[in-house]
């Protein structure tokens, strides 16, 4: 299964944005799709998942502003974001993994993180 992630763009803080990760095959049997974003200069970090039971985790930083969601008959997975901040431009990516109670959300290792979608919000 290849991953598309496509949505960005440049919008004023405050406003909103929905990201989509869009899957060549089914997504029903993978365990978990997450977001991350990697902003220039810094480490790519985990924004947020989903398993394909429904349940879902976020970073501190963006809990009640972000949603991520998955529609498994589109085979896509999303990031609405609202209450957009500076602070969240980066590169969006999106992966495939497993979700664990113990330890989160970790990526599967074989899996290229692909181009992104860029999020600019200006201030």
């Known amino acids: 299964v290849q991953l598309q992630a496509s949505g960005g763009g440049l919008v004023q803080s405050g406003g909103s944005l929905r990201l989509s990760c869009a899957a060549s095959?089914?997504?029903?049997?993978?365990?978990?799709v997450a977001w991350y974003r990697q902003a220039p200069g810094k480490q790519r970090d985990l924004v947020a998942s989903?398993?394909?039971?429904?349940?879902?985790n976020y970073a501190e930083s963006v809990k009640g502003r972000f949603t991520i969601s998955r529609d498994n008959a589109k085979n896509t997975v999303y990031l609405l974001m609202n209450s957009l901040k500076p602070e969240d431009t980066a590169v969006y990516y999106c992966?495939?993994?497993?979700?664990?109670?113990?330890?989160?959300?970790?990526?599967?290792?074989?899996?290229?993180w692909g181009q992104g979608t860029q999020v600019t919000v200006s201030s």
């Open positions: 989903i398993t394909t039971g429904g349940r879902t």
């Open positions: 992966t495939t993994g497993v979700y664990w109670a113990d330890y989160g959300f970790r990526p599967d290792h074989f899996r290229s």
């Open positions: 095959g089914s997504i029903r049997g993978i365990n978990a």
